[in-house]
């Protein structure tokens, strides 16, 4: 597969904090000079009793894949469209969680962890004397996740520094290396991947997600599955970032990219 230049994580309007239509996203990619992208729409699990709203998500997602034929007929052989989804803390919901991944023919799935106790990780303070329970506990929902559910790459793993940076605070989960190794290495052996996201490079945390440390770790356990997405939720963010993750990729070791239809990835080369 030459020739390939893939954005593997976006949201649109289906998502609560997305901003464009699918075909928005579609024009913006094809501007971008992209030859794929994966729609990855919010669908985020909270613990028992506290889910209220998993069928209007359902229905939302299958409206948002309605529109995503029609963009992938009306823009074929100029892009591919394959529709995702991201998952987030599905352990807090397992069998909701099942049941949403069996109802629609997804290509591809981000799982990520954005909530600690049903908590945002964007919407709790970072005081120094609290962040390294915060880090551990999230580190242990990533094992958990990466060890026991339905995924195809572990999004942003180190999605709490973007938080914790707009504090003015610094985490690098490779002072927890002996915990991070372990989700890494539970992905390996279960064939998953990781993202490599580029929204920290425009944030406040001003590196990619995750680092290039942590990706380094990842390749020297053996490593292989990398795909790369801007998280945009803006047309405007399509793309972003992607000539430092694909540097970032390079020194890390990596040659190839992956791409994923009907849950099975393939690879092309890093230009």
């Known amino acids: 597969m030459s ?27 094809l501007e971008k000079g992209l030859t794929e992208i994966a729609v990855t729409d919010h669908f985020e699990f909270f613990t028992d009793g506290l889910f209220s709203d998993g069928k209007y998500q359902t229905e939302t997602l299958a409206a948002c ?12 052989g100029k892009l591919a469209v394959r529709k995702g989804v991201e998952i987030g803390q599905p352990q807090t919901d397992p ?16 799982g990520s962890v954005h909530k600690l106790k049903d908590i945002d990780l964007g919407l709790v303070d970072y005081p120094d004397e609290v962040i390294p329970g915060r880090v551990r506990e999230n580190l242990a929902m990533l094992y958990e ?31 927890w290396q002996e915990e991070l190794e372990r989700i890494l290495r539970r992905a390996i052996e279960r064939g998953k991947g990781i993202e490599l996201n580029t929204s920290g490079l425009r944030q406040a945390a001003r590196e990619a997600l995750p680092s290039l440390k942590v990706l ?34 390079l020194e890390a070791g990596f040659r190839y990219l992956a791409v994923y239809q009907n849950r099975k990835p393939t690879f092309y080369p890093i230009a």
């Open 216 to 249: 380094k770790l990842y390749r020297s356990l053996g490593g292989e599955i990398l795909t790369v997405g801007s998280d945009a939720h803006f047309e405007r963010d399509v793309a972003a970032g992607f000539e430092t993750a694909c540097e970032m990729a």
């Open 65 to 76: 894949y309605q529109e995503l034929d029609a963009c992938a007929e009306e823009f074929s």
């Open 95 to 110: 069998d909701r969680a099942a049941e949403v991944l069996a109802a629609l023919p997804y290509d591809y799935v981000i």
């Open 145 to 175: 996740l990466a060890d026991q559910y339905d995924y195809d790459c572990l999004g942003h793993l180190d999605i709490i520094k973007r938080y914790a940076a707009v504090h003015g605070k610094k985490i690098d989960l490779m002072d």
């Open 3 to 29: 020739g390939v230049r893939a954005d593997y994580h976006m949201h649109t309007h289906y998502s609560p904090d997305g901003h464009c239509s699918p075909r928005q996203m579609c024009l913006a990619a």
